[in-house]
């Protein structure tokens, strides 16, 4: 064969590869692996879904774009302690997110960095609190253990509040019962029966500790008397008031 023959066939060789259809395999974009990953976390296939993530981290220059999906299916995979750094990178960009502050919470808990995890809480009942906030704190306060800063939280709860609803009487009545404090159980469940004197779940509970509930048996909620809302011996309302 000519050599300028020989020549033509090894360049045609080479470039078969691309001139067929399905031959060259064709990188993927950053939006296919993102859709990948997604679509492999509602699968339930969470390792999967993690090595696409860090796939698309690999050709992404921000982390926050893969932060929130990878943070996500290692606490599917129960790790939660390589969850929090992703996870405290999306909490840190949009603290007001409820979704990213929930996933973050459940790393911190789940690593059992307990004491991170009520800084944070504590943290976000300054800026400034709320009764949902001081009763996150309170109930997590309980769960590791630490019943002065849950009792702290949930008495501020009650504060902010003004005594104008349930629930954070019947929080600290339920803190002051696990603690066996009959006592400081039973006045609070008095109050939170002052915004229903007929409801039934808390007069079971009034019953549990010895007591007799109903209508006299209530108390206003002390709150809302320092307040000047409501005094001492204020009525409560009747079924058909309510609401």
Not at 22 to 29: D, L, N, Q, T, V
Not at 176 to 192: F, K, P, Q, S, W
Not at 204 to 223: A, D, H, N, Y
Request: aromatic content about 6%; some cysteine.
């Amino acid at each position: 064969m000519p050599r300028n023959h020989t020549i033509a066939a090894v360049v045609v060789i080479a470039l078969l590869p691309l001139l067929l259809p399905g031959c060259a395999k064709r990188e993927r974009s950053a939006g296919e692996i993102r859709e990948s990953a997604n679509n492999a976390y509602d699968r339930g296939e969470y390792q999967k879904s993690l090595a696409e993530w860090n796939a698309y981290a690999e050709i992404h220059p921000v982390p926050l774009a893969s932060d929130l999906g990878r943070g996500k299916a290692l606490l599917a995979l129960e790790r939660p302690g390589e969850a929090i750094i992703p996870l405290e990178r999306v909490y840190r960009d949009d603290p007001r997110d409820e979704e990213k502050l929930q996933l973050l919470i459940r790393a911190l808990y789940g690593a059992g960095e307990h004491e991170r995890l009520i800084t944070l809480l504590r943290d976000r009942t300054r800026q400034p609190g709320t009764v949902e906030e001081y009763l996150r704190l309170g109930q997590y306060a309980q769960e590791v253990g630490d019943p002065d800063e849950a009792e702290r939280a949930l008495l501020a709860a009650a504060r902010v509040d003004r005594g104008l609803s349930i629930e954070p009487q019947l929080k600290l009545a339920e803190f002051y019962h696990g603690l066996g404090d009959t006592e400081a159980a039973l006045e609070r469940y008095a109050m939170a029966l002052w915004f229903d004197y007929t409801d039934e779940q808390v007069a079971q509970r009034i019953r549990s500790l010895g007591e007799t509930p109903g209508r006299t048996f209530v108390r206003v909620p002390r709150e809302a008397v320092e307040e000047g809302i409501l005094a001492p011996d204020a009525a409560p309302p009747e079924p058909e008031q309510r609401g």
